[in-house]
């Protein structure tokens, strides 16, 4: 479960988040949708901890039970790293490593085993119908495939949470349904959840709840 209340962030004079609250439930898929400017992916960064709320407001941010205003920057990566995926709408993936390497690299960071780390990234890139891209690099693969890499990248040490900022946004329609198809078939075998940013309406309306953003707060 994701519970977030009282978020506040400004930039400067501008504030870009309001006072938001949002509580996600395990294995629920959230679309949060809305204007460009409205807030949605520094909202998604901060439920991710890559940024922080106003630190002078009081706010909660908790995720499986665990509160995260007071804990270190260390340990804040080794929870990120542990419980939290991310999709992006750029796959960001190392063009010097194969697909393979790829997904292992969260992994490998967390100092997790590496016989079985690569065996792990072999059956999510199966999963995925990439068997026979598992050695090519990224400039040798689809967006399609390149995105579905990242998912596996995502997935690699079993997060609890997945974030997805436009995850479809620079894939053609074809590629961008597979996606969101996945996300379901994810989200029925694990029991994840899934919080997306999207402008892609047909996500949005696939997902268990849409909530729309405009001008920091949601609506």
């Known amino acids: 479960m994701v519970i977030a209340k009282n978020i506040h962030k400004y930039y400067g004079d501008v504030k870009v988040l309001k006072g938001v609250d949002i509580t996600i439930k395990k294995g629920e898929i959230v679309a949060i949708v809305g204007p460009s400017g409205a807030g949605k992916t520094t909202l998604l960064q901060i439920l991710g901890t890559l940024d922080t709320p106003l630190k002078e407001e009081d706010f909660k941010l908790e995720i499986n039970g665990i509160s995260l205003q007071y804990l270190s920057d260390r340990k804040i990566a080794s929870f990120r790293n542990e419980h939290i995926g ?42 995925l119908g990439l068997e026979t891209r598992i050695n090519h690099k990224p400039n040798e693969l689809s967006g399609g495939e390149q995105q579905r890499v990242a998912v596996a990248r995502a997935l690699i040490n079993n997060p609890s949470v997945i974030l997805a900022d436009e995850p479809s946004g620079n894939l053609d329609s074809s590629s961008a349904k597979s996606l969101h198809r996945l996300f379901f078939e994810l989200r029925d075998q694990f029991n994840q959840t899934f919080i997306i940013v999207t402008h892609n309406e047909e ?17």
């Open 86 to 127: 991310y999709i992006f709408q750029f796959h960001q993936l190392l063009p010097e490593f194969t697909a393979l390497e790829n997904v292992c690299i969260p992994a490998y960071i967390g100092k997790r085993d590496k016989n079985k780390t690569e065996q792990k990234a072999i059956e999510l890139l199966k999963f």
């Open 203 to 219: 996500l949005a309306n696939m997902a268990d709840r849409k909530l729309t953003m405009r001008d920091g707060v949601i609506i």
